[in-house]
C-alpha cells in the first residue's frame, strides 16, 4: 500500500507509527491520498491506513490483516 499524508491546516505534525505486522496510525493528518491518487478526509484524530493491501475499505485498514499472518 502506498500512501501519502496531509496536516491539518496551521500544523504540518503529522504522528506515524507502524504497527508490526498491521497497519500504520496517523495522528494529526487532514487527509490521505490512495494508490489510486483518490483524496480521503480524515474525521478523526487516528486513523489507521492498510499496509498490507488486503482490506476491503482501502486506504483504511479493516482487520483483515490478522486473518494473514
Ligand atoms: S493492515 Fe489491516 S487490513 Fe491491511
Do not use: I
Given at each position: 500500500?502506498t500512501?501519502?499524508?496531509g496536516?491539518?491546516?496551521?500544523?504540518?505534525?503529522?504522528e506515524?507509527?507502524?504497527?508490526?505486522?498491521?497497519?500504520?496510525?496517523?495522528?494529526?493528518?487532514?487527509?490521505?491520498?490512495?494508490?489510486?491518487g483518490?483524496?480521503?478526509?480524515?474525521?478523526?484524530?487516528?486513523?489507521?491506513v492498510?499496509?498490507?493491501?488486503?482490506?476491503?475499505?482501502?486506504?483504511?485498514?479493516?482487520?483483515?490483516?490478522?486473518?494473514?499472518?
Open positions: 500500500m500512501a501519502a499524508a496536516g491539518r491546516r496551521g500544523d504540518s505534525d503529522v506515524v507509527t507502524l504497527c508490526p505486522g498491521g497497519p500504520m496510525l496517523l495522528r494529526g493528518a487532514s487527509h490521505v491520498v490512495g494508490e489510486d483518490a483524496r480521503h478526509e480524515v474525521q478523526r484524530s487516528v486513523v489507521a492498510c499496509r498490507c493491501g488486503s482490506s476491503a475499505r482501502a486506504p483504511w485498514c479493516d482487520g483483515t490483516h490478522k486473518l494473514l499472518a
